[in-house]
């Protein structure tokens, strides 16, 4: 497809459990954000890669969170031993280059997580 | 004081009608501005950019208030699906994006 692509759009698991969330950004998009969405809440910047490497991780909320994209492409993130707190919907976007001039992030329809 | 703050609504207005809100941001040193839009259960998507005082776009207009560091959205001849949540975005140096808690408008006939 031509957007953003993320999977699963669902995932329900147990508290303590690992999770993964996959980001197809746009193809030659450098750029991959990832944001997290409570209800209710605007999205909250979690990490941001410039190619393969993380230009900016201030977001992540603890060491329990971790992101990758190897290749410069996909990225996953990656939760450990998951918490309720940690319900929420997880939005990947891309951008062209690093440079934001023009605002646009073109965002995926989420993965919602769900810790039980 | 948070980044960035709006008022979380909802603005209930009449079709047709013309509604408003504003976002106000923390850092002086923020120079570009962006509405981003969200339907329900929808990812956001960009609606219009601000770079100087102000921008028009058919029905939207987002003007800019640097010295009281705010940035409004004014919706005119409101239609249903006008209806969102609409995100202010200010950016700053570097490449993080921080948005706003959304204001939720209901357009209603």
């Known amino acids: 497809g031509a957007g953003v692509s993320q999977t699963p759009s669902n995932k329900v698991t147990e508290k303590g459990k690992y999770v993964e969330l996959r980001c197809d950004p746009i193809?030659?998009?450098?750029?991959l954000y990832w944001y997290r969405q409570s209800l209710g809440q605007g999205p909250e910047f979690l990490i941001y890669f410039q190619g393969t490497g993380a230009a900016d991780d201030s977001g992540l909320p603890n060491d329990r969170f971790f992101a990758v994209r190897p290749e410069g492409s996909v990225s996953t993130l990656k939760i450990q031993r998951t918490e309720r707190g940690d319900s929420a919907v997880y939005l990947c976007?891309?951008?062209?280059?690093?440079?934001?001039?023009?605002?646009?992030?073109?965002f995926g329809e989420g993965s919602r997580l769900t810790v039980l | 004081r948070k980044e960035v703050e709006q008022d979380p609504g909802p603005f209930n207005v009449p079709e047709g009608a013309t509604v408003a809100f504003n976002c106000t941001y923390s850092n002086s040193a923020s120079q570009s501005f962006f509405w981003y839009r969200q339907d329900c259960r929808k990812e956001p998507k960009l609606l219009m950019s601000?770079?100087?005082s102000g921008n028009e776009d058919g029905r939207f207009t987002a003007q800019l208030n640097r010295a009281s560091q705010y940035i409004s959205l004014l919706i005119r001849d409101s239609k249903l699906s006008d209806s969102a949540t609409y995100l202010c975005?200010?950016?700053?140096?570097?490449?993080?994006?921080?948005f706003g808690g959304g204001t939720r408008v209901l357009v209603k006939p």
């Open positions: 193809s030659g998009h450098t750029a």
């Open positions: 976007a891309s951008s062209l280059s690093g440079n934001l001039n023009t605002g646009e992030l073109f």
């Open positions: 601000v770079y100087s």
């Open positions: 975005v200010p950016q700053a140096a570097g490449n993080k994006l921080t």
